[in-house]
């Protein structure tokens, strides 16, 4: 942490200053320049507010040399980060497809969904049980009758599942249907549920709130890692502006920027960011080309008659076509797509390791 003081600071406020830092058990480096003194404190800063010592008289700045996220900085853990959801390695050179449904919503719709996306190349089935709507009169999805579907809908063509969990109460019920929980962007600093899921031995895709800073949303990364359960991957979504031509607006310099800050793999949902259907090839190509380990696309058998996003769902043959561009941009991007999931791909279960294949 750097402290920088007023020129016309009294030895008083330095020894103050001083005095704080050294209480905190942090090592005191002071420089003193022309018309500047400079106080450096260096040791475990990780709980410590600068907004404490920008309140302090004589001071003109506190902030942070380095992250406060430190599980999931690149500092301390330069290789990235593989996961592994089921039999499917998220993170190293193959960009990995996720797609399916907003809302699972028959046992038919899933099952055609899973069908049409897994012959594309889609590696992951979407699909949400529980989904939070921003009106309580919407449709709210089928609860666990829904992941029974999504599981068996997945398990015909050999996918792993993505579904979002909402409340930590959730978490044991829903173990044995997903191979990743997803984290909503309203529930991104639910810091209850990011703890519980920091316990579970399943990959968390933690995606980003509507407000989030890159830092925010790291610093929920870390809270799912600070529980041990190391398995996370980023997912940008889009962020809330000023733009209301589109839903929200996709952040695709969040790709090369988290990617420098984390060794965690990033993912990008265009659907969401987009909100409309026709613009979401287009930012999935753009995402790839920022160095994307994945997308997570939503695709509707029928989204004219979809109960929920239907207006961002691709249609399957849209999201066919996409993948054919995909295979083009993805070695510009030094990166391979995978091959369309065959039906004995299985579900075993390997810790995560990690590779070299992705550039920092
Ligand atoms: C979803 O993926 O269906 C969803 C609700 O996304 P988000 O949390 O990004 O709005
Ligand atoms: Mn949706």
Redesign the pocket.
């Given at each position: 942490m750097v402290i920088v003081m007023r020129p016309d600071c009294t030895p008083e406020e330095v020894a103050r200053v001083e005095a704080r830092l050294h209480a905190l058990g942090l090592q005191i480096f002071r420089a003193a320049g022309a018309n500047k003194i400079v106080i450096g404190a260096l040791g475990d800063t990780k709980s410590v507010d600068p907004r404490d010592f920008q309140v302090l008289p004589g001071v003109v700045e506190a902030h942070r040399v380095t992250e406060p996220f430190k599980l999931a900085s690149r500092t301390f853990h330069p290789e990235n980060t593989v996961v592994r959801a089921a039999s499917v390695d998220i993170g190293g050179r193959e960009v990995v497809l996720m797609a399916g449904p907003?809302?699972v919503e028959s046992e038919s719709q899933t099952v055609e969904a899973a069908r049409l996306v897994a012959a594309a190349g889609a590696r992951v089935l979407?699909g949400?049980a529980f989904?939070?709507r921003s009106s309580p009169y919407s449709f709210q999805g089928l609860g666990e009758e829904g992941l029974k579907i999504l599981r068996r809908a997945a398990d015909r063509v050999g996918m792993a599942v993505v579904s979002?969990v909402m409340d930590p109460g959730q978490i044991p019920m829903m173990m044995p249907y997903v191979d990743i929980f997803?984290?909503?962007?309203?529930?991104m600093q639910n810091f209850y549920l990011l703890r519980e899921l920091g316990k579970v031995a399943k990959p968390v895709l933690v995606?980003?709130g509507?407000s989030a800073t890159i830092e925010e949303w790291l610093m929920s990364a870390e809270y799912v890692m600070a529980g041990g359960n190391h398995q996370v991957l980023l997912?940008e979504?889009?962020i809330r502006t000023f733009e209301p031509y589109t839903r929200n607006t996709l952040d695709v310099s969040a790709v090369p920027v988290v990617h420098k800050l984390s060794h965690l793999p990033v993912i990008v949902?265009p659907?969401?960011a987009v909100g409309i259907r026709v613009n979401v090839p287009p930012l999935s190509l753009a995402a790839v080309a920022a160095g994307a380990d994945g997308l997570?696309i939503?695709v509707h058998p029928d989204p004219d008659n979809a109960l929920?996003?239907g207006a961002q769902s691709l249609f399957p043959q849209q999201f066919a076509e996409l993948v054919q561009k995909l295979r083009l941009i993805a070695p510009a991007a030094g990166r391979t797509l995978g091959a369309p999931a065959r039906r004995s791909a299985g579900a075993g279960r390997r810790a995560p390791r990690t590779a070299r294949g992705r550039t920092a």
């Open positions: 907003c809302t979407r949400g989904k939070p979002e997803q984290v909503g962007a309203r529930n995606k980003r509507l997912c979504r889009g949902d659907s969401h997570l939503e929920c996003d």
